[in-house]
């Protein structure tokens, strides 16, 4: 079980974190980083690259969110409560997804035997006795992603970023650099008035509580 990476955009698809933490989607930027740049003006590092990377992955979660809205009916008894993307899953990795109230996207890659949700572990009988077996000791906690992005919002994001006191709601944000990859930047001008998740503790405190998880390696 994997964690592979982890995205933050804001509600105009902006990127204001990301970093990878396995060696395959290590390696999987830097290949496709190498590439870019080597067909490219000199000077290039091929950051652009990784820049359309980010941006496919917000425009696919916002279209799928879209198509959801309009294919959910209407149901009286759910007044006020709008149908919401968990996850994505390809036939390796699944993207799982959790949006706030002010449109923050948090996005976590993981290897597909992570469980979004209490949801989705009773969606077949197998993946019920997957997290049940005692001989799968990787399922005996039954951490679930979407409670993982929950905390990664409310408890890291809020306290370190958000209460930092350089921080200020009018001011932007500029990205941080994720120093797994050496990607950075989105291609924007954030200026000197931009505040930068980079000078807080959140990507330290993020380090520490994603390791603490069971399914981190």
């Known amino acids: 079980?994997?964690?592979?990476?982890?995205?933050?955009?804001?509600?105009k698809g902006k990127t204001?974190?990301?970093?990878?933490?396995?060696?395959?989607?290590?390696?999987?930027?830097?290949?496709?980083?190498?590439?870019?740049?080597?067909?490219?003006e000199p000077g290039n590092d091929g950051s652009d690259a990784l820049t359309e990377?980010?941006?496919?992955?917000?425009?696919m979660l916002y279209s799928l969110k879209e198509t959801i809205e309009r294919l959910t009916p209407d149901d009286p008894g759910t007044f006020g409560s709008a149908p919401s993307l968990e996850s994505v899953k390809t036939k390796t990795t699944t993207g799982h997804c959790f949006e706030t109230?002010?449109?923050?996207?948090?996005?976590?890659?993981?290897?597909?035997?992570?469980?979004t949700s209490a949801a989705s572990s009773t969606t077949s009988s197998s993946t019920l006795s997957s997290v049940s077996s005692p001989?799968?000791?990787?399922?005996?906690?039954?951490?679930y992603a979407r409670d993982v992005l929950?905390?990664?919002?409310s408890n890291i994001w809020v306290e370190c970023v958000i209460r930092s006191p350089m921080y200020c709601p009018t001011s932007g944000f500029s990205m941080s650099v994720d120093k797994e990859s050496g990607s950075g930047g989105d291609?924007?001008?954030?200026?000197?008035?931009?505040?930068?998740?980079?000078?807080t503790n959140f990507?330290?405190?993020?380090?520490?509580?994603?390791?603490?998880?069971?399914?981190?390696?």
């Not at 974190?17 to 870019?36: D, H, I, M, W």
């Not at 990377?53 to 425009?59: E, I």
């Not at 924007?188 to 980079?198: A, E, I, Q, W, Y």
């Open 135 to 143: 001989s799968n000791p990787d399922y005996s906690e039954n951490i």
């Open 53 to 59: 990377q980010r941006k496919l992955v917000f425009g």
């Open 150 to 153: 929950r905390h990664i919002y």
């Open 1 to 11: 079980m994997t964690v592979h990476s982890l995205h933050i955009f804001d509600r």
């Open 101 to 115: 109230l002010n449109g923050l996207r948090f996005v976590l890659y993981t290897s597909n035997n992570v469980l």
């Open 187 to 199: 291609g924007t001008d954030v200026g000197k008035s931009h505040f930068s998740v980079s000078s």
């Open 203 to 217: 990507e330290t405190e993020l380090n520490s509580y994603l390791s603490s998880l069971p399914w981190f390696r």
């Open 16 to 40: 204001l974190f990301t970093k990878t933490y396995s060696p395959v989607a290590t390696k999987q930027q830097r290949y496709l980083q190498e590439s870019s740049a080597a067909g490219s």
